[in-house]
């Protein structure tokens, strides 16, 4: 799982806060939650049977938008609103819109050959 999260907090391209991967056991009906206590300190947590049933797509997939809240940003209503990570969790990728929308106070890191 710390290769996905490695790999999620790469592909954003920002600098992120300390990120912290749990699994829970107990079924409360969603696949991840994530929560920040301090300010620069998040904690992720995954049902670990849902994590399990998910192809590695669907995990890393997963991890953007986890990873995602980490970075300030909410959902964006639904997969037909707007074409997002944080609309669609498993749309696999973090689109032009994702970026856009986050807060100003993070700081981007160009991507190599952008």
């Known amino acids: 799982m710390a290769a996905i999260l490695a790999l999620a907090i790469a592909l954003w391209a920002v600098v992120a806060p300390t990120i912290t991967v749990e699994f829970f056991q107990n079924d409360i009906g969603t ?3 994530t929560g920040c206590p ?12 849902g994590w399990n049933r ?12 986890e ?22 969790w498993n749309l696999g990728e973090i689109t032009a819109y994702d970026r856009a929308m986050l807060k100003p106070y993070r700081v981007v890191v160009p991507m190599v050959g952008q």
Request: glycine content about 10%; overall charge negative.
């Open 31 to 33: 696949l991840a939650q």
């Open 67 to 88: 990873v995602g809240h980490t970075l300030g940003l909410g959902h964006y209503r639904s997969c037909n609103y707007q074409q997002s990570i944080m609309g669609c």
């Open 38 to 49: 301090e300010a620069n300190r998040c904690i992720i947590g995954v049902y670990e049977p």
């Open 54 to 65: 998910l192809s590695e797509a669907d995990r890393l997939s997963l991890m953007l938008h």
